[in-house]
Every structure is written in C-alpha cells, then in structure tokens.
Nanobody, 121 residues
Framework: QVQLVESGGGLVQPGGSLRLSCAAS????????MGWYRQAPGKQRELVAV???????NYADSVKGRFTISRDNAKNTVYLQMNSLKPEDTAVYYC???????????????WGQGTQVTVSS
C-alpha cells in the first residue's frame, strides 16, 4: 500500500523559512508528477508547485521567487523550500504524487495527510 508522509510544517515568523518533505513509500514502480497544494481555512485547495519526472517545475504566481520545489528520485521524495514566508501562506500543505504501484495497471494520484504551516508574529 502506498503512503505519502509529509514533514516539516510548523510555526514561523513572517520573513522566515521552512522546508517541507514528502516521502512516498510502498511498492512503487514509477513516480511521475509530484506537487504541493495548500488549503487555507474557508478556501479551496490550490496548487502551490509541481515538478515533473523530468524535473520541470511550475509555480503559483503567489509563491514564485520565494518557494522552490525539488525531488530526489532515488528516495521518492519531494521537497518544498519556502522562504520569505508571509501570513497569507498560512494553510495546510498537502503533498500529491502520480505514481504506478504494485497491483495497478495505471498510475494513480495519491495524497499525503497534510502538514500545518502557520506564519505569524
């Protein structure tokens, strides 16, 4: 069974930094796109950043120049380095991965449980 486990969230002051990690575990044959989404209270879940299997990246306009997504294919892990954090970045951050696992003929989308990021003084 595939699991995505996130870590690295917490409380940080405005202007600070955090690094989120998300590791996929289980019998995994191939990992394709990996990404981070976030959901603030009362708002819809939105894309923050995505990285393809070829390491092409795409970011939400609101985080460009501040956040960096990267991946370690050997560890099936995706990272999100968040710098110059703002109070409006406060949300639950979710990891997402499109991957092919044992028992399935096609790739499926998997989600992590979410990690809270709070930016406040």
């Amino acid at each position: 069974q595939v699991q995505l486990v996130e870590s690295g969230g917490g409380l940080v002051q405005p202007g600070g930094s955090l690094r989120l990690s998300c590791a996929a575990s289980g019998t995994i044959f191939s990992v394709y796109d990996m990404g981070w989404y976030r959901q603030a209270p009362g708002k819809q879940r939105e894309l923050v950043a995505v990285i393809t299997g070829a390491s092409s990246t795409n970011y939400a306009d609101s985080v460009k120049g501040r956040f960096t997504i990267s991946r370690d294919n050997a560890k099936n892990t995706v990272y999100l380095q968040m710098n110059s954090l703002k109070p409006e970045d406060t949300a639950v951050y979710y990891c997402n991965a499109d991957l092919k696992a044992r028992g399935y003929s096609r790739a499926r989308s998997y989600w992590g449980q979410g990690t809270q990021v709070t930016v406040s003084s």
